[in-house]
């Protein structure tokens, strides 16, 4: 796979391009540029690599969104089990990696993904009660964290677990980005631990910056024309796309 430390101006080119577009997802729903920027990356500079790519500008994005808001005093009472769960498991996650064929995270990831996004756009309603949100938070977290390890990507089945909440959309949004923040810290922690994170990829990681950046401020201004139901459609349907975009993909690297 090619070094994007040491690429030409096309690679370059398509990286930022990349990262453009995954900022701009994530400012209109909240989440997707590891996902997004991981997917295409991997195709380009293998998935190890891109995993390191992701890393400051997820960090400074999901930094960035865990402070907008103004929900922190509502949210990290109710939401710390989870959280912690989600990051104690992440290197587990990243152990694993290492030992699976590439691909077949991908697939399982954009499988659960679809198979939760399809229901839940025919009308299918879940709801956690109070009583039960730290239990079952606990075990999100932990399944959370394995996955967030094995493939890059933070979304399930925490996000699934935060809408179950029955959070508005800017408390969603906020406790989306505390979630992805602490995962991202520790997934570049568990990344060096296993001898996974390259130094140019490092370099060429807070070079995208920028670009992941201004494509959050665009999705940003687009997001707040969307109403409150809009906004739900809006992630399940991101949800179902990023699933059928990640299964083909799990496939392709496994054959």
């Known amino acids: 796979m090619t070094?994007?430390?040491?690429?030409?101006?096309?690679?370059?080119?398509?990286?930022?391009?990349?990262?453009?577009s995954a900022g701009f997802i994530k400012g209109l729903v909240g989440f997707g540029l590891p996902t997004?920027?991981?997917?295409?990356?991997?195709?380009?500079?293998?998935?190890?690599k891109a995993m390191v790519l992701i890393l400051w500008p997820a960090f400074l994005t999901n930094l960035w969104q865990s402070l907008s808001g103004g929900y922190l005093r509502v949210l990290l009472p109710r939401l710390w089990p989870f959280l912690?769960?989600?990051v104690v498991m992440l290197a587990a996650g990243t152990f694993i990696l290492t030992q699976l064929p590439e691909g077949a995270a991908d697939l399982l990831l954009g499988i659960l993904m679809?198979?939760?996004a399809v229901p839940m756009l025919a009308g299918l309603v879940l709801h956690i009660p109070e009583n039960r949100v730290v239990p079952v938070g606990v075990v999100v977290g932990l399944v959370n964290g394995v996955l967030s390890g094995l493939t890059g990507s933070y979304t399930v089945p925490g996000v699934m677990y935060l809408?179950?909440?029955?959070?508005?959309?800017?408390?969603?949004?906020q406790a989306m980005g505390l979630l992805f923040l602490l995962s991202t810290t520790a997934l570049g922690i568990s990344l060096g631990g296993f001898g996974l994170m390259g130094g140019q990829e490092a370099v060429a990681s807070a070079g995208?910056?920028?670009?992941?950046?201004?494509?959050?401020?665009?999705?940003?201004?687009?997001?707040?024309?969307?109403?409150?139901?809009g906004f739900r459609r809006l992630v399940l349907a991101a949800i179902l796309?990023?699933?059928?975009?990640?299964?083909?993909?799990?496939?392709?690297?496994?054959?």
């Open 3 to 20: 070094d994007l430390g040491a690429a030409g101006p096309g690679l370059i080119l398509i990286a930022v391009l990349v990262f453009l």
């Open 84 to 86: 912690v769960s989600a």
């Open 241 to 255: 796309a990023l699933g059928l975009y990640l299964i083909p993909l799990g496939l392709w690297r496994l054959l």
């Open 163 to 173: 809408q179950a909440l029955g959070l508005t959309r800017d408390e969603l949004i």
């Open 114 to 116: 679809v198979s939760y």
């Open 208 to 229: 995208l910056v920028v670009p992941a950046l201004s494509g959050v401020w665009f999705g940003q201004r687009t997001r707040k024309k969307v109403s409150e139901a």
């Open 36 to 48: 997004i920027g991981l997917g295409l990356m991997t195709v380009f500079v293998g998935v190890e």
